[in-house]
């Protein structure tokens, strides 16, 4: 009949656990022990997601989320907070 099922993958925000489709979320990547913004999702290695507020990246970065997520020592550069608004 011409319908299909398009199936969209579900990525888990590391920040505060709301699971949402992929392209509602900002994902991060590891390189050289930095944490990298990925806007297209396409940097290779494991990535991390978190929701478009800036207290689920703050909470991400203040409990270790992203190290463990990424299995990585990783750290988180000052410039990344203004990916998010104020909310």
């Known amino acids: 009949d011409g319908c299909r099922l398009v199936m969209q ?6 920040g505060c656990g709301r699971k949402a489709p ?3 979320l900002v994902r991060f990547v590891v390189a050289d022990g930095l944490l990298e913004h990925d806007p297209m999702g396409r940097k290779p290695g494991r990535g991390a997601y978190t ?3 800036r207290a689920c990246f703050e909470r991400a ?3 270790r989320a992203f190290a463990r997520t990424l299995r990585r020592t990783v750290t988180v550069p000052q410039a990344l907070n203004d990916l ?3 909310s």
Do not use: G, K, M
């Open 22 to 24: 992929q392209r509602e």
């Open 84 to 86: 998010y608004d104020r």
């Open 61 to 63: 970065t203040s409990r």
């Open 9 to 14: 993958a579900v990525r888990t925000c590391v």
């Open 51 to 53: 929701c478009l507020r």
